[in-house]
């Protein structure tokens, strides 16, 4: 079975700090993988996506991540983190399955 | 605009109360979810449904029922047979099922509150 798992459940930076927020995934097929990002009580927006055209993969918002199959990590990073930036952040994965599969979530704290 | 809504946003019930929860989209997509999150557990997938008339179980369908009678709704009832039903509650849906790559479009949740 797929899982998806997130490094840490809280993450602080301050403000135009460094942002890395960290996926690993297990699959026995290539997977296509996801971030979303979900604001206080409302659903979830997609980031980015991949789907094998680059590792490299630029989404919304100054984010980008990159696939790396070796390590099976799908890391999510900014150079420089804003106070708008603060929120819940989602990693998922689709494979052989019919559905997607979430990480538990890394709430993302932004300190002035 | 294209979207996904649910409805209500919130949502009180009644301890033995059944109640449904609206998704609609006019996305023209085939593939219809639901999903449970609850604080520190991600989301976890209640029912999917990839056509109209046909539905599949998730991973926590349990004291839960849905219906697809029309490719545009999904509603999603909760029995009274969920001993905790206390959850924010996230429908999505997406072009093709997701084995292709095909991204999951999120309504903006409902919360359902046990009192």
């Known amino acids: 079975a797929q899982s998806v798992t997130q490094l840490g459940s809280h993450v602080s930076v301050s403000e135009g700090a460094l942002v890395l927020l960290r996926c690993n995934y297990s699959?026995?097929?290539?997977?296509?993988l996801f971030w979303y990002v979900q604001y206080p009580n409302q659903g979830l927006q997609l980031l980015l996506k991949y789907t094998s055209a680059a590792t490299l993969v630029k989404g919304i918002n100054g984010f980008e991540a990159e696939f790396k199959k070796s390590e099976t990590s799908f890391h999510l990073t900014k150079p420089s983190a804003h106070m708008s930036d603060a929120a819940e952040y989602f990693c998922?994965?689709?494979?052989?399955?019919?559905?997607?599969?979430f990480g538990s979530g890394t709430q993302l704290t932004v300190l002035p | 605009d294209g979207g996904i809504t649910q409805s209500p946003k919130y949502l009180f019930r009644k301890e033995g109360q059944n109640v449904t929860l609206s998704c609609e989209q006019n996305l023209n997509h085939d593939a219809m979810y639901w999903y449970r999150q609850d604080p520190g557990q991600g989301l976890r997938l209640i029912y999917y449904s990839q056509i109209v008339n046909d539905f599949q179980k998730g991973d926590i369908a349990e004291g839960y029922s849905v219906s697809r009678e029309k490719k545009e709704s999904f509603p999603l009832t909760v029995t009274s047979a969920q001993k905790n039903p206390t959850a924010f509650y996230l429908c999505?849906?997406?072009?093709?099922?997701?084995?292709?790559?095909?991204?999951?479009?999120f309504g903006e949740g409902s919360w359902l509150t046990v009192v």
């Open positions: 699959s026995s097929v290539p997977p296509y």
């Open positions: 999505a849906s997406s072009s093709r099922d997701t084995i292709s790559g095909n991204t999951i479009y």
């Open positions: 998922a994965a689709s494979g052989s399955a019919r559905q997607l599969t």
